[in-house]
């Protein structure tokens, strides 16, 4: 009923709105005691105090409500004045709502927030939907169209039309033309009208016309048919369309579990190394993440977008130190007892678990996205995230950087040669010693960078690693021990299939279902997907 | 010639490991109670051809027979090993963290499933072979022994016994005295002709002293195919043999 | 060639006389009342539990310091259960029988209440576990001072039906028992409030899930079936911060489809930038933002004593906080630490919680609490939008259960029972 | 006549261990029983339960240095037989609780009454009986051992292949019994038991009896152990472990020797679960922990694997120094157990038994070649060769 009533809030000053094509000013003392409404005791009474206000049709109505979204007005305790306010040290910079005079600072503690839940956000937006439709700026004009698009307001179809005439940039137009369709489906309409504007809507995003199209399913005569057909028309785009998104999820599920395993690649599958303490190596790259933020935010606000470009090679050598002393100390010791790895790097990996959590605390650290990493586009139908999309771009580089790594540099070769023939690379002069040392820290200092990566998706606490070390190892193994290129492979097949079983089997069932499929195609293939030829280097 | 009546049957064997020919075209035939020498250079697909006797690898070509009727590509190493065929490798490979003993008892034919193996008691004549071994092998005195300390030449014999001790009917000596003493060497040639009397015998090896030892017929091998065959002499002032012994 | 066998009997000994060492009472002074805190240090559940010891030892020094209880200081024996579920029965057993503590304040996950409970039954001793659960359980040896499902998923659902209109809903959670059952009792209030199955989407996930891309996505599919639709969340601590990243990342805003969570409060939200969840909801029996000035003093002292000013406070502390108070003004009444004794006094005993009111302990031995609904707000805290007239007395047996609904708990004399069953007028659960 | 069949098949050390345990088994329950709480050799209630719940650890490891130890199978999935078997355990004591649940329904358990289930699923049937269950302890992790190996060994996978499918499959477990829906209590688990075999389950005399049983178990674990060791079928393991294609020239299909053991150890480990259940209270999804098994790896390294009583000294010890250093230094003793891992693995490489079977073995075996007085100088050189060799994961 609450829902209703709000409607009709909407249809109500919008008919008025649009008697007024050009707004006229109302004067203050008219308009002070509707703002002073705003400070209701509860959302009802603000959201009568909204339409009263739109009503005026002001101009200074439309900021004022951005204002109140915004959480910007408060009312000062002791006289219940609103006023705009902004946050300064102790004190809010206090300006007149009405007048826009500026105020002497009012105390925090002497104020309070006028509250707004959703369905004021949402009224709020519809209003000043219905202000902005014909305004100078685009900007301001879209989102209009784009509040109408979702209030589907009958009342507002004659100010849609004119909107429309006057519009001159197409995209806004299709938006408006989109909106109006919406509101004609909502309306008394006739059926020819509705008709059209079905033709309309299924012209535009597939999923939002599947929302406006559902409510007329059930509808008799032609208007009912057109939509079915509309409907099951799109439901069979929308198909594709899954297929589709499937197969991006899948691949951006397999570029996070080619950056969790890729390190391992390195110390387990060139090195040998049961290596358990992989997931703290990626920690530390998520928890150096987080220290470069901290101090770009407490020393340089300005450049936290770039804060990542910094953490990546602070990480890399974070990790990649740890994991050389780890490997001069420790694992030096174990070699040709692979085994024996396991059972240290185990331990390595409590006490590094346990140093993370004693210094950092035990809870989550915050690690903020950069803006170019935030938000979505749209492919069709589909959304696609920036964060998913920059780590695939991201996972595939780091791959491909390792690959010329170990194929075209001296380290990559002499690496080759201490894994393929310790005795023979030594006696022909490598220092084998020096390069298990660097080859253990790369595996690490991969491992660190891709902690960075799964820092924007995945919460950063001490157990971050735990949660990614049995992927990491199923993906090593399952693509072929010592075998970058499986690994590689191994997990994108791994990522994509569990995206085809989720949707169905549902993400409990899809997971045990991959597990039981690895453990069947190791039977096929007891040496992986890409079995090193020749003698392989494994435990 | 046809299989029937010959004990190692070998006819147009080829195999290759992607796009390497290591056999080609290969045909080769033992007669029961014969012994014969490989030899041919490193490469020569000696040993590959030992695998696709012995079932570790399987030939893309070719028929495999033992004792006439046998196909031996249709078994794994296990089954064909007990149809018979023993193999020594070229690098002794002995179960080091057993005694020397343990080592021949484990080779010694019998039962060799795991319930019959779970409550195996040594018998009288099982005990007797072992000795015979030992005395053979001349290890008699270190029967106690971790196989990890015998000397390299030991472990050679060791392994040689345990072909012994189960019992085949043809032996595959995969280069015996490699890294041994003159000595060594010729007390193994000794050995294997000893060997020989009772059994059929397949020997790979590069040292003409002991293949002349042997003195036996001799199969030379190049590039995974037959090159010569025929005595020792013979086969020595082959002209293709020759040349790829000293290259042209 | 006896070293070793030797060795090995020693081995026995020393881990036996060991054994016994490390359990007998590190340096038991009997002029202290001992306390045990059972919260996991290590392992999964730290994330959450260890605030909550730091809660306990907070709270213990503020009593030291008004001069302990019956004229004795308090002590508190630490232990690290490392979110194992056999060792929490393990450490239970350890602190009551060696350490002799009065009374245990523990426990996050069901997993380990339920792990724990014979024991406590066993030595007849207390348990305060502070953490919403299920419900579903009534047992005369433990005090939940946690949030029942009527104590925070029903008022939130009303909330979202009435005041958002919401007509669809999405019950998205962790694959365990309390969102399990939460989700049942949803349903059925659901159903019984007319709204339809095709109207209802329930989704599992395992634990620590971390990809949300098709299951968001889902969700705004479901969502755009044209009538306003919401999600309720009991999806897991560790599995929110990806959920949360991947709904900011696909644009759904609070005004489109909000979320309202019962496991997310202000300690999950540190881990989180907030400015895109702004108006996502949560629904909790307190929040830090309260407007109240014992809410006030308490952050103001827990920020001394943790030495820092940015630590959150948040729902599971609050029942903390309530329970030490409840426990320690039984005590006081009985004049003994005594289980038995303690039992008794304590149902009827109200001492005030941190929203301003006050907070009852039943005869059921679950609490009565308001229930707060909070929408995120950019700095990571909780703007109070709605807050339930009165107090809600915690409801053990579900009456949206079949097998419930029968059942009352009341652990006064002569009831003294944790099933009783008003249909049949028998304690001891149905008779069908 | 027994005992001397018995003795002829386990040597010096098992024999004692064998009548260590029984004595234990004997002493500590009279001691806990009869001896007055003030007695200093009083052993109380809590240590009884716990030193048990050592043993059945103990148990699990023996069952894991079968496979590992002796025949290089690198098993990170045991802990999933030993949860199968505990299952299977708690399924009974379940069935036991009857009518006395909270609900009061006479066949359903209580999780079943609130998840609101109508009758009981089919794998429920004939746990009511002690007998079905106990045989199920056996079967069940038997069967899966039995299917899993079969697959895994007939198609030669080896190493650490095997070691990740054998995670790969407790995982998947795991997984699959968090779920509610799969009607084995989803996470909480199996708990609030009654009583087992009529006995009240918190009874003094019930855990003592737990307690001895528990003993005597281990006892014979340690005996099936040496008696398969020491037959010629454990010489064949030990040949697998360290030249497993020169076993299959020998004609030994190393497959089905394999698959055996693996079997035989996966019950053992099912029997140690069976006997965890009943001491701990509990049995939940988190017993198949990939975590978990990789511990109980842990236990058989530190005390040393291919030994049969290093898995036993080594999981008591490792689970000590846990109930220790959690109750001492709360804060800080994964440093500890951390420690201790790497300290073992770097200074006690064979384990803390390692230490001692790597002396005494060359003890022996130098005996043997003073005896035989040549020294062969091959044999002088390599003297300072360990004649235990690593168990390789893959040959």
């Known amino acids: 009923m609450q829902f209703i009533r709000l409607l009709s809030a909407i249809f109500l000053m919008l008919g008025i709105l649009h008697h007024a094509a050009n707004a006229q000013t109302v004067d203050d003392a008219t308009l002070r005691p509707l703002v002073q409404a705003l400070a209701g005791e509860n959302f009802d009474n603000t959201t009568k105090a909204i339409s009263d206000l739109v009503k005026t049709g002001d101009p200074r109505v439309s900021s004022l409500l951005n204002a109140l979204g915004g959480g910007d007005l408060y009312v000062s305790k002791a006289d219940k004045t609103v006023f705009l306010g902004k946050r300064q040290g102790s004190d809010y910079a206090a300006t007149d709502p009405v007048t826009g005079a500026t105020l002497a600072p009012v105390p925090r503690s002497a104020a309070e927030k006028i509250k707004v839940n959703n369905r004021l956000r949402r009224e709020i937006s519809a209003a000043i939907g219905g202000l902005t439709l014909m305004s100078e700026n685009a900007g301001e004009r879209r989102s209009a169209a784009e509040a109408i698009l979702k209030s589907r307001d009958p009342e507002s179809i004659p100010l849609l039309d004119r909107a429309i005439a006057a519009e001159n940039d197409p995209s806004i137009k299709a938006l408006m033309s989109q909106a109006k369709a919406a509101a004609v489906l909502n309306s008394g309409s006739p059926d020819d009208a509705k008709i059209a504007a079905i033709a309309e809507v299924s012209g535009g995003n597939s999923r939002d016309a599947l929302g406006l199209l559902t409510p007329l399913e059930g509808a008799e005569g032609p208007v009912g048919d057109a939509a079915r057909a509309a409907i099951s028309s799109i439901n069979s785009e929308l198909a594709i369309w899954n297929a589709v998104q499937n197969i991006v999820y899948g691949l951006s599920l397999g570029s996070v579990l080619l950056l969790a395993a890729i390190g391992l690649a390195i110390t387990f599958g060139v090195m040998g190394v049961i290596n358990m303490a992989h997931g703290e190596m990626v920690m530390i790259g998520a928890y150096t993440t987080f220290v470069v933020q901290q101090i770009i935010r407490t020393t340089a606000p300005g450049i936290f977008d770039y804060s990542l470009l910094i953490a990546l090679p602070a990480a890399f050598m974070a990790s990649g130190a740890i994991g050389v002393l780890i490997e001069r100390s420790v694992i030096r010791f174990l070699y040709g007892r692979p085994l024996e790895t396991l059972l240290a790097t185990w331990g390595i990996s409590l006490v590094l678990q346990q140093a993370i959590r004693s210094w950092f605390g035990a ?12 938000g979505s586009f749209d492919l069709g139908p589909l959304t696609l995230t920036w964060s998913r999309l920059w780590i695939i771009v991201f996972a595939l580089s780091v791959f491909a950087i390792l690959q010329l790594v170990l194929k075209k540099t001296m380290l990559g070769l002499r690496m080759r040669a201490v894994t393929q023939n310790r005795r023979m690379a030594a006696s022909m002069g490598i220092r084998t010693p020096w390069v298990d040392a660097l080859t253990f820290g790369l595996g690490s200092g991969i491992a660190g960078i891709a902690g960075v990566a799964l820092s924007q998706i995945d919460n950063v606490s001490p157990n971050l690693g735990q949660g990614y070390i049995i992927d990491s190892f199923m993906v090593v193994v399952f693509g072929g021990v010592g075998n970058l290129w499986g690994t590689l492979v191994g997990a994108m097949s791994l990522g994509i299939a569990n995206k085809f079983l989720e949707p169905f089997a549902g993400a409990v069932l899809g997971k045990i279902l991959v597990l039981v499929l690895i453990i069947l195609f190791i039977q096929k293939r007891p040496r992986g997907l890409f079995a090193l030829k020749g003698r392989a280097i494994e435990a | 010639m046809k299989a029937q009546d010959t004990l190692l049957y070998l006819d147009g064997v080829s195999v290759s490991f992607d796009g390497f020919r290591a056999i080609y075209n290969l045909s080769l035939v033992l007669q029961s109670g014969e012994m014969r020498a490989i030899i041919g250079p490193n490469g020569a697909g000696k040993t590959t051809m030992m695998d696709i006797i012995t079932g570790k690898t399987r030939p893309d070509t070719g028929d495999v027979y033992f004792n006439g009727e046998v196909d031996l590509t249709k078994h794994d190493e296990a089954e064909i090993a007990l149809l018979g065929i023993g193999r020594k490798f070229q690098k002794p490979t002995v179960f080091e963290s057993h005694t020397v003993e343990d080592n021949l008892v484990l080779a010694l034919s019998g039962p060799r499933s795991a319930f019959s193996t779970l409550f195996h008691r040594q018998s009288k004549d099982e005990a007797e072979r072992i000795r015979e071994i030992l005395d053979t092998i001349r290890l008699h005195d270190k029967r106690d022994w971790l ?27 995969d280069e015996p005295v490699a890294g041994m003493t003159d000595a060594e060497t010729a007390e193994t040639a000794k050995l294997l002709r000893e060997i020989a009397k009772t059994r059929s015998v397949l020997v790979v090896e590069h040292d003409m002293h002991f293949v002349r030892e042997l003195d036996v017929k001799v199969t030379c091998l190049h590039e995974g195919t037959v090159l010569a065959e025929g005595s020792l002499d013979f086969v020595s002032n082959d002209q293709r043999v020759i040349e790829v012994y000293l290259g042209r | 060639m006896f070293t070793l066998p030797a060795r090995f009997i020693g081995t026995l000994a020393a881990a036996a006389i060991g054994a016994s060492l490390a359990m007998s009472p590190a340096s038991a002074a009997d002029d202290t009342i001992k306390v045990g805190i059972l919260h996991s240090l290590s392992g999964t559940m730290a994330i959450s539990e260890t605030t909550l010891k730091d809660t306990m030892l907070f709270l213990i020094e503020e009593q030291n310091k008004k001069g302990g209880i019956l004229g004795k200081k308090l002590e508190a024996v630490v232990v690290d259960p490392a979110s194992d579920w056999p060792l929490f029965a393990e450490k239970a057993r350890q602190l009551i029988e060696q350490d002799k503590v009065a009374a245990v304040f523990g426990c996050w996950t069901s997993s380990s209440r339920k792990s724990v409970l014979p024991v406590f039954e066993e030595l007849n001793s207390l348990l305060f576990y502070p953490v919403q659960y299920e419900g579903e359980e009534s047992s005369r040896n433990v005090f939940y001072t946690g949030a029942a499902p009527n104590q925070q998923a029903i008022p939130a659902v009303d909330y979202l039906a009435k005041e958002e209109g919401v007509e669809r809903w999405v019950l998205a959670g962790t694959d365990y028992v309390y969102p399990q059952t939460t989700n049942k009792i949803l349903k059925a209030y659901l159903n019984a409030k007319g709204v339809k199955d095709e109207d209802i989407m329930i989704n599992y996930t395992p634990f620590g899930h971390s990809d949300w891309q098709t299951i968001v996505s889902d969700i705004k599919k479901f969502g755009s079936a044209g009538k306003k639709t919401a999600v309720v969340s009991t999806i897991n601590g560790d599995a929110n911060v990806p959920f949360y990243k991947e709904l900011a990342n696909q644009g759904i805003k609070a005004e489109d489809i909000p979320v309202v969570a019962f496991s997310v409060g202000e300690e999950e939200l540190a881990g989180l930038d907030t400015k895109p969840l702004v108006g996502h909801l949560a629904a909790w029996n307190y929040f830090q933002s309260v407007d109240a000035d014992v809410n006030a003093d308490f952050i103001k002292e827990w920020h001394t004593y943790i030495k820092n000013d940015k630590r959150v406070t948040n729902d599971p502390m609050e029942a903390t906080f309530i329970g030490f108070n409840m426990w320690v003004k039984a005590v006081e009444a009985a004049g003994t630490t005594d289980s038995g004794a303690v039992i008794d006094s304590i149902v009827g005993v109200s001492v005030p919680n941190l929203s301003g009111g006050s907070s009852t302990m039943m005869p059921n031995h679950h609490i009565t609490k308001p229930v707060l609904i909070g929408e995120v707000q950019d700095d990571g805290q909780f703007d109070i939008v709605y807050q339930t007239p009165g107090l809600v007395v915690g409801d053990e047996w579900s009456d949206y259960l079949p097998g419930s609904k029968d059942l009352i708990s009341d652990w006064r004399k002569p009831m003294a029972c944790g099933n009783f069953n008003v249909a049949s007028g028998k304690c001891g659960g149905v008779t069908n | 006549m027994i005992t001397q069949w018995f003795f002829s098949h386990v040597d010096r050390r098992g024999g004692i261990v064998i009548t260590l345990l029984v004595a234990i088994a004997v002493l500590v329950p009279l001691s806990n029983l009869l001896l007055p709480a003030t007695s200093p050799f009083h052993v109380p209630t809590y240590l009884v339960s716990l030193i048990g719940k050592y043993l059945t650890y103990a148990m ?93 060994f007939r198609s030669r996978v080896t190493g650490v292949y095997l070691s990740i499918i054998t995670q790969a499959l407790t995982y998947a477990l795991l997984l699959a019994f968090f779920r509610n829906d799969m009607g084995f209590g989803g996470n909480n688990g199996l708990t609030d038991f009654k009583d087992i075999l009529g006995f009240n389950i918190q009874a003094d005399i019930t855990r003592s009896l737990l307690f001895a049983t ?101 999981a008591v010890l490792v689970n000590f120094g846990k109930t220790y250093f959690t109750a001492a230094f709360p804060e800080i003793w994964l440093f500890a157990l951390g420690a201790l891992f790497i300290v073992v693995t770097l200074f006690l490489p064979k384990g803390i038994l390692g230490l001692y079977g790597t002396w005494k073995s060359k003890w ?22 360990t004649p235990i060799p690593e168990p390789q994961a893959a040959e």
């Open chain 4, 214 to 314: 528990t003993a005597l178990f281990l006892a014979l674990a340690v005996f099936v152990t040496s008696f398969i060791v020491r037959s010629k079928l454990g010489k064949v393991l030990v040949g697998v472990r360290d030249a497993e294609s020169r076993m299959r020239f020998l004609g030994y299909r190393v497959d089905r020797f394999k698959l055996f053991v693996w079997t035989v150890s996966a019950m053992m480990a099912g029997v140690a679960g069976a006997l965890y259940v009943p001491q701990v209270g509990i049995i939940n999804p988190s017993e198949f922990e990939p975590a978990n098994s990789i511990e109980a790896v842990i236990w058989v390294a530190v005390g040393g694997r291919g030994t049969i009583i290093g898995p036993i000294i080594g």
């Open chain 2, 147 to 173: 196989a990890a300390n015998l000397s390299h030449g030991q472990k050679q014999w060791l392994e040689i016994g345990m072909l012994l001790a189960q019992d085949p009917k043809l032996l595959l000596v």
């Open chain 1, 363 to 374: 809870s989550n650290v915050q690690v903020g996205n950069p803006s170019w990493m935030a």
């Open chain 4, 60 to 152: 699990l490891a023996v069952a894991l240095d079968l496979v590992w130890g002796f025949c290089g199978i690198l098993s990170l999935g045991h802990g999933a037989f030993f949860a199968l078997g505990g299952y299977a355990m708690g399924m009974y004591l379940m069935r036991q609780i009857g009518a006395r649940g909270v609900y009061a329904d006479p066949v359903l358990p209580d999780f079943m009454v609130f998840l609101n289930w109508k009758e009981l699923p089919w794998f429920w049937y004939g746990f009511d009986s002690f007998w079905f269950a106990a045989l199920m302890v056996l079967l069940v992790p038997g069967v899966l051992a039995f299917g899993f190996g079969w697959l895994a």
């Open chain 4, 364 to 385: 022996t075996d130098r005996t043997a070649r003073n005896r035989d007085a040549v020294l062969p100088p091959v044999a002088a050189v390599r003297s300072g060769h």
